[in-house]
């Protein structure tokens, strides 16, 4: 990997960063409500994934989801907006933080059922395989998410198709508050894939480059018709599981040792300095810009208009429908001689 | 005009519609090699008519609707048979949380373009393997759901159902797949959300749908002998839901029985009963009454399923007893 994208790899794990800093800090001034899930120290499998993917390739993931849908090239503006619930959000403030898509680049969307986009996202890959379009997806969860019945039923399927898809999982380690030993039998995540004969590899979560290398293999093994990769990317989430977690759970010596395994301050540290890449002043001017480029974002959501009123039905049916508001209470205006007309082969018959 | 059957005529509009569009496929288990293509024989033949495009399917439910709606949302368009509607219990998260939500939560840029068909159904299964779900995919935003009860409305329906841009719940009925009527060999469809009026009739209103329009039909040859005379509305698609005939049914007759198979209470029956009323108070002699399955998991011995369903006299006797009551 050249210098430049070495710099640009930095540069992204520090936006996600920052923008999560500045949700944080706009869901405790009210601007944000509901659920709020941060990804504060797992920025590295997120920014190493994405770089090893074509563009146009497919994503799926769970509902840490700002740092993904603005790695896909969703403006931080209609992230944040859509944190806001504003009209030029993602969604237009229909589906918030946890519910972010960028279709441009085939982001399919953050879903916040636990485990229920794994099937979506291979019902995805069925058709790029149907359609031989060479893409391949990539389908982002939580450790908690390899014990629900949709993922031995999405890897199964996707093994026995050789469908072109990669399962991702952040494996953080905790199950909302429930670590790992207390809520998966097998703790190596990546072992899982054994039960259906499915390429596996676990990887250190907090090392982009490590992260970009094992994607790109499981990308190429989708891309050769060799099917399905369940990759662990292991790593550790600086803050609570929401703005709602109080984290009292987690041992503080734990959260703090990890601290130091800081996936972004490593990467500086040993390869953009060490190697002499960037210098300290360039990465604090790297810093400045990533700040104002957030705040620019909050500002922007800051003055947005919220959706109107009058858009609530659009888009319950892709054409609209006379008689769907409170189910069928609305009365069609009848046009009731063609439809006797059509049925008169059947009618007294049976 | 041939007469085929219900199943017959399910399988011709899945043939016509794969001819139509190769991105329509079929997934489901055991519709290719178990019994040539299908538990109940619907799909029988179309796998080697169509190869590659019908796949036998791990028993898998939420798979099969999650995989349905994926594919769908990128560009095909998947038939997805659960064997009964039983099974699509499993697959509940992907129906309601994905399904139905994603064009709307996504605001518009997701569409998916499905179909799911199950039969609902009894015939000695016992209490796991005969329920009706009606009512709670009816009353789902963004959902469409339909229930025909003659060939030809199957044939129309899943046809308009396959090229619709929503995610349609198609209840097919086990008790219907042998029964036969007219379908014209040229091509035509029905169209969704449209109620139609299977028999004239000026005494009193009947409304129902699926086994139970069959039902009350019967029903009404029965009542024809007693000089009742019946007009009966099937809804054939349960949401959006159509009342504009049932409305203007019960302005000649001032008399109207809701007809359905699944459970009494919150169903789609007290539903019916409560917008007509709304909207044809004035016009009532009497208060609109409802024929339902009795609120029991169904028993697997014959007289105990025999008493816990509603059949044609179910709905003779009611007619009668609205008939003969002074208000």
């Known amino acids: 990997m050249d210098n430049q994208s070495l710099i640009s790899l930095y540069r992204k794990m520090l936006l996600v960063r920052v923008f999560e800093d500045k949700s944080a800090e706009m869901y405790t001034k009210a601007r944000i409500a509901g659920f709020l899930h941060l990804t504060n120290g797992q920025e590295a499998i997120a920014v190493g994934a994405m770089s090893a993917l074509n563009a146009d390739d497919d994503l799926f993931t769970h509902y840490r989801d700002h740092g993904y849908a603005i790695l896909k090239g969703a403006s931080p503006e209609s992230v944040m907006a859509e944190l806001f619930g504003r009209a030029t959000g993602t969604t237009g403030g229909r589906g918030g933080s946890m519910h972010l898509i960028h279709m441009d680049t085939n982001y399919w ?21 149907f359609h031989g379009n060479g893409r391949v997806v990539t389908c982002v969860m939580g450790d908690g998410s390899t014990n629900i019945g949709t993922f031995h039923a999405a890897l199964n399927w996707a093994q026995l198709w050789k469908l072109p898809i990669i399962f991702l999982v952040e494996n953080n380690q905790f199950a909302m508050g429930t670590t790992i030993r207390n809520h998966s039998a097998l703790p190596d995540v990546y072992r899982k894939a054994d039960g259906y004969g499915m390429a596996a590899e676990q990887v250190d979560g907090n090392d982009v ?3 970009h290398d094992v994607i790109a293999r499981a990308a190429a093994r989708g891309r050769a018709g060799e099917g399905p990769t369940l990759v662990e990317a292991v790593t550790y989430r600086h803050r609570g599981h929401s703005m709602a977690d109080p984290d009292v759970q987690r041992d503080k010596a734990e959260i703090a040792d990890w601290k130091k395994r800081d996936p972004i301050h490593r990467f500086a540290n040993e390869v953009l300095l060490k190697r002499g890449i960037a210098s300290p002043q360039d990465l604090e001017e790297i810093s400045a810009e990533v700040e104002a480029r957030v705040d620019k974002a909050a500002e922007f959501a800051e003055n947005s208009p919220e959706p109107a009123l009058d858009t609530l039905y659009k888009h319950i049916y892709m054409e609209p429908v006379s008689n769907m508001q409170v189910g069928g209470s609305l009365i069609r205006p009848p046009q009731i001689g063609a439809r006797v007309a059509s049925s008169e082969g059947e009618n007294g018959r049976q | 005009m041939a007469e085929i059957t219900y199943r017959e ?4 509009a899945m043939r016509e519609e794969m ?13 290719v090699a178990y019994n040539n293509g299908g538990a109940y024989g619907v799909t029988q033949g179309l796998a080697k008519e169509f190869a590659g495009r019908v796949r036998d399917v791990p028993i898998s439910e939420e798979a099969i609707i999650g995989l349905g709606v994926g594919a769908a949302m990128n560009g095909m368009r998947p038939i997805c048979e659960i064997m009964t509607v039983n099974f699509t219990l499993v697959a509940w998260d992907q129906i309601v949380n994905h399904a139905a939500k994603q064009s709307h939560m996504f605001n518009g840029l997701l ?34 759901v339909i229930a025909p009860s003659t060939p030809y409305d199957a044939k129309g329906l899943l046809k308009s159902a396959i090229r619709d841009n929503d995610p349609v719940i198609f209840l097919e009925h086990l008790q219907l797949y042998g029964t036969k009527g007219e379908v014209p060999d040229e091509e035509y469809f029905v169209p969704i959300g449209e109620s139609v009026y299977r028999r004239r009739g000026a005494d009193v209103t009947v409304v129902s749908w699926g086994r139970m329009a069959f039902e009350s039909n019967k029903a009404a040859n029965m009542l024809a002998q007693d ?7 099937d809804l054939r698609t349960l949401r959006p839901l159509d009342l504009t005939l049932a409305l203007e049914s019960i302005k000649k007759t001032n008399r109207a029985i809701v007809v359905e198979e699944g459970w009494r209470s919150v169903g789609l029956g007290a539903e019916i009963a409560a917008s007509l009323q709304e909207q044809a108070f004035d016009y009532l002699d009497a208060p609109i009454a409802r024929v339902a399955g009795l609120e029991v998991p169904m028993p697997y011995a014959k007289n105990l399923e025999r008493a816990t369903l509603p059949f ?4 003779v006797a009611a007619v009668k007893a609205m008939m003969q009551k002074q208000y």
């Open chain 2, 312 to 315: 044609a006299d179910d709905v």
């Open chain 2, 9 to 12: 005529a399910l399988k011709r």
């Open chain 2, 19 to 31: 001819q139509h569009d190769p991105n329509v496929v079929i997934w489901g288990e055991d519709i």
């Open chain 1, 209 to 211: 480059l490590a992260v």
């Open chain 2, 227 to 233: 000089g009742i005379d019946v007009e009966l509305i």
């Open chain 2, 111 to 144: 569409k998916v373009p499905m179909v799911i068909r199950t039969p609902n159904g009894h015939g000695r299964t016992a209490s796991t393997h005969s329920q009706n779900f009606d009512s709670w995919f009816a009353s789902i935003p963004g959902l469409k």
């Open chain 1, 109 to 129: 969307g953050g879903y916040a059922i636990v485990g229920g986009h794994l099937t979506l996202a291979s019902g995805v890959a069925a058709a790029n395989q």
